[in-house]
């Protein structure tokens, strides 16, 4: 790659999202803008290597979008004989030729973008299909670097786009900020494709592919334009402080040979200070807001709780294990409830986190799940109930899919009884 | 990954007096650092005078001093830490600072993974 095509690459990664949402705006349909935004694209790596980048390069990508764009519908029209389509493009031209987006006021790019956010992670897609379609338009990736990413193949993912935006496009999907009762549940939806984004950055290891790692990253920018964006909405402020916190401890997640090592073995000298201070200020915005903290901001407030320990010794377990209550009773998941039992271990003795987990033993969703049978022979073992704790390990051993863990496993269940 | 950027004010110390214009300038491209979710840190820096330095020789020993300065033009007015997917896009946000009469310098970030295993051993920060 040139030095001006990596330059030209940059003010793209910069530019494409607002360039793709205000055409969005004026067309109505993101995957048509996004055509609209390349082909501007096209245009500056035609002339920007040789009359260098324009002073205002959104603008000057917005303008050609809009010319290109006017060109290819005139010269098309005249063979355009159906008149539904005539009719819907002639609108179109209108709406282009009137906006004019350097008189466009920074709330409304904002509005933009924010639509560009709810419509890429519309309901009405899969999973998969909101994050492909978020890493795509909001965060400039190409197709490649979202199936490296995400350890896939690129014509899956192609294919996954192409589906996505016809689906947006057949069902009519207003480009818009819902409002009101929708709101609320379209968020949760924003919400959960970028701690997708995040989480599938954090399970990557040291060795692999940088666009892998750099989900972490990604995730955590799109939280914080999220957060300028709708700063009323305190699960905002929730998700980036716990992702903030969580990718604080990126640099001590793994050992050496790439071995994963657990939160309270971690050498806390390696997590990022400067991390955890925007974490811990993303969370005063969260509680500073009317309301209790939902989901995110009590995982934020628990994930905070650890990095203000200096020392594994210093936690917080009775503060940890009241924020799992209100988890618990918030998500009503079991998972929350073991975690819970684990704090609550901590916090008032072991024979307190088995009581709790006394009352989870049954559920259905635990029942394959090897941390049931491992936090049990844990509890166990610091209750001196060793014989009973081996028999725990054993069983979690049983259970688990990964060779480490299980090997690590039957090596605890060994030492209960020697 | 993550970028220092340095801005040098190229003017003499005693005309660090910005007008109201420019503070408000410089305060809409921040803006729109913190709203691109790229912005981890800033600060601008007070003159030299009201700093001082340290200085060390062969036995690290360090030796305080207040002066001579260098000149203004050759000091760090203030900084930016930022977040960016490539050289080129930090770069790309330097050049839109909207501040006349300065240099600005992109310095990319150690990472504990820069090092090797046995300097990352050696670590007990922060």
Known sequence: MTEATRAIEAVWRIESARLIAGLARMVGDVGLAEDMAQDALVAAIEKWPADGVPDNPGAWLMATAKNRAIDRMRREKTYERKREEVAHDT??????????????????????????????????????????????????????????????????????????????????????????????????????????????????????????????????????????????????????????????????????????????????????????????????????????????????????????????????????????????????????????????????????????????????????????????GDLLEKAGRTEEASAEFERAAELTQNERERGLLLKRARLQVD | MRFMMFMYPEIEEQDWNPTPEAVAAMGRYNEELQKAGMLLSMDGLRPPSDGGNVVFDAEAKATITDGPFTEAKEVVGGYWLIQARSKEEALEWASRCPDANCRIEVRRVFEMEDFPQEVQDAYEGP
Not at chain 1, 105 to 126: K, M, N, Q, V, Y
Not at chain 1, 165 to 174: E, F, G, Q, S
């Open chain 1, 91 to 376: 609108g179109v031209l209108f709406a282009m030729e009137r906006s004019d987006f350097e008189a466009a006021a920074d709330d409304e790019i904002g509005d933009d973008l924010l639509a560009l956010i709810f419509t890429c992670c519309h309901p009405l897609l899969s999973r998969e299909a909101r994050v492909a379609l978020t890493l795509r338009l909001l965060g400039g990736l190409t197709t490649g670097e979202i199936a490296r990413a995400f350890l896939g193949s690129e014509s899956t993912v192609a294919q996954r786009l192409v589906r996505a935006k016809r689906t947006l496009r057949d069902a009519k999907v207003p480009f818009e900020v819902p409002r009101g009762a929708e709101l609320e549940e379209r968020l949760g939806s924003v919400l959960e494709v970028i701690y997708l984004v995040f989480n599938e950055g954090y399970a990557a290891s040291a060795g692999e592919d940088w666009v892998r790692r750099d989900l972490c990253e990604e995730a955590l920018r799109l939280g914080r334009i999220l957060a300028e964006l709708a700063p009323a909405e305190p699960e905002v402020h929730g998700l980036v402080a716990l992702m903030e916190i969580q990718a604080s401890r990126l640099g001590a997640r793994h050992g050496p040979d790439g071995e994963p090592v657990l939160l309270l073995d971690q050498d806390r000298s390696r997590w990022d200070p400067l991390l955890i201070v925007r974490g811990r200020q993303a969370l005063e915005r969260a509680e500073a807001l009317p309301g209790p903290l939902g989901p995110y901001g009590l995982q934020a407030a628990i994930a905070a709780c650890h990095a203000r320990a200096l020392r594994p010794g210093e936690t917080d377990w009775v503060r940890i294990s009241a924020l799992y209550d209100a988890l618990a009773q918030i998500s009503g998941s079991p998972i929350v409830e073991l975690n819970r039992a684990v704090a609550v271990g901590m916090a008032f003795g072991p024979e307190a986190g088995l009581e709790l987990l006394d009352r989870i033993k049954d559920e259905p969703a635990l029942q394959n799940y090897h941390l049931l049978p491992s936090v049990r």
